[in-house]
């Protein structure tokens, strides 16, 4: 069966570099479009999982200001387990947002399974960028 996409969310925790020093999170919001049917997680044997995954680069315009970046992304993930129409929800900055789409664009997956058979499926992934400037 298969579902709009959006319905089909799965929330993955990620994190990007070290230190804390919050700014207010997510000034930056963009509507998510994306195209196509996918099958909805909640209904689906196995949820996508990630195999293999790159850290964001911390924007260099923030190297030194000790600025925490939040990032939502949403992407689906095809059935050979990359990451398609890689898109930010929300960030702290678009600077933000274009390093971590650089990143997850790279990332791999096994694919979510539905009766054993490979679906895609959406996720949303929650990346935070900690600056080392704040580390002191």
Do not use: H
């Not at 298969?2 to 020093?21: D, E, M, P, R, V």
């Not at 949820?47 to 995954?53: D, E, L, T």
């Amino acid at each position: 069966m298969k579902i709009n996409f959006a319905l089909a969310f799965i929330l993955l925790s990620l994190t990007a570099w070290a230190s804390l020093n919050t700014v207010e999170a997510f000034p930056v919001k963009r509507k998510q479009v994306l195209t196509g049917e996918y099958t909805n997680v909640a209904a689906s044997d196995k949820a996508p999982k990630v195999i293999f995954r790159i850290n964001p680069i911390y924007p260099a315009k923030f190297i030194n200001s000790g600025i925490e970046g939040r990032v939502k992304v949403f992407f689906v993930v095809d059935i050979q387990g990359i990451p398609v129409q890689v898109q930010y929800i929300e960030a702290t900055d678009l600077a933000f947002a274009q390093e971590a789409i650089n990143a997850v664009k790279e990332w791999r997956f096994e694919p979510a399974l539905k009766d054993g058979v490979a679906v895609p499926a959406c996720v949303v992934a929650s990346i935070v960028f900690l600056s080392n400037a704040s580390n002191g």
